[in-house]
């Protein structure tokens, strides 16, 4: 299976259906893909999916409420941590690897002191640790970019994840053409009510503290672009200096979307993290 032809599965986690697809291996320890703010599991790039899935177990999933997944988008990180360990254990995984981006990116710290047992290795791409300011304003950035996009004939994607550089707006509209490969069995779109719940979610994030993440053992690295706008760069730096155990890969010419932008390099430096 690849990215674009991976079937929609659903499990029940706790009376709740959630949504997810499995690419690649059939065993190894399984890399599960937390999405970001408004996504759902057609805004992963097939070029990452792909290349990860070419040596690792890949599962993407709707968190609670989000895409195809059934019941209500909760407004906290804690409790999205909470159900992504019930989806994991209601797959039988004991143990897995982590790429969260952005919220997703959160969700994975939060399970990591939650359940260490639970998580091998991590890769937060374009995600900040509790209390550093950029997040809470997620809805005012988002209709912003809507704005932005619509004037210039654009896809907000252009203005959020990407540089305004001709060559970061290049690689926009190549990440976006891959977004739109997949013509069937495509996912359910984020609700409004969805977007609110997570956007309550961010605002409570930055509120919090960071302290818990000095307990974090595992393995992590961190991605960032080098002039992201949804989260700035220095969440990334202060990100690695809380954990122990980080490393640091910062992205030229490139935004929140790094990892999709530079899709090569990150496809490699994660298959090359993940079998140290």
């Known amino acids: 299976m690849s990215a674009n032809s991976a079937v929609t599965r659903t499990v029940d986690v706790d009376g709740t259906p ?19 703010f408004t996504a759902v599991l057609d805004d992963w790039d097939p070029a990452v999916v792909d290349g990860l899935a070419e040596r690792h177990r890949v599962v993407l999933v709707d968190l609670r409420g989000v895409g195809s997944s059934g019941g209500t988008t909760p407004d906290s990180v804690e ?37 260490p047992g639970l998580v091998r290795r991590m890769i937060l791409a374009g995600t900040s640790p509790a209390g550093d300011a ?31 550089t001709a060559r970061s707006q290049e690689a926009a509209d ?11 069995d495509r996912d359910a779109e984020v609700t409004n009510e969805t977007i609110g ?27 960032n672009g080098d002039n992201d706008v949804m989260t700035p760069t220095i969440s990334s730096f202060n990100l690695a200096k809380y954990l ?3 490393q640091l890969s910062i992205y030229p010419d490139a ?22």
Do not use: C
Request: proline content about 5%; cysteine-free.
């Open 197 to 223: 719940a997570q956007a309550t979610a961010l605002a409570k994030w930055e509120q919090s503290s960071p302290e818990g993440l000095t307990t974090v053992r595992q393995p992590v690295l961190v991605v």
């Open 174 to 184: 190549a990440f976006l053409a891959r977004l739109n490969e997949r013509t069937e």
């Open 79 to 115: 409790a999205m941590a909470t159900d992504l360990a019930g989806f994991l254990r209601a797959l039988g995984f004991g143990e897995v690897d982590l790429l969260g981006v952005s919220m997703g990116g959160m969700i994975a710290q939060v399970l990591a002191q939650q359940e």
């Open 134 to 164: 950029g997040p809470a304003n997620a809805l005012a950035l988002l209709q912003n970019a809507l704005q932005q996009a619509a004037a210039e004939g654009k896809h907000p994607k252009h203005v959020l994840f990407f540089s305004p």
């Open 255 to 276: 935004g929140h979307g790094a990892l999709f932008q530079h899709h090569a390099l990150f496809v490699e430096q994660a298959l090359e993290f993940l079998s140290a």
């Open 18 to 36: 959630f949504a997810y697809r499995e690419i690649g291996l059939t065993e190894g320890v399984p890399l599960v893909f937390l999405h970001h």
């Open 244 to 246: 122990p155990n980080a």
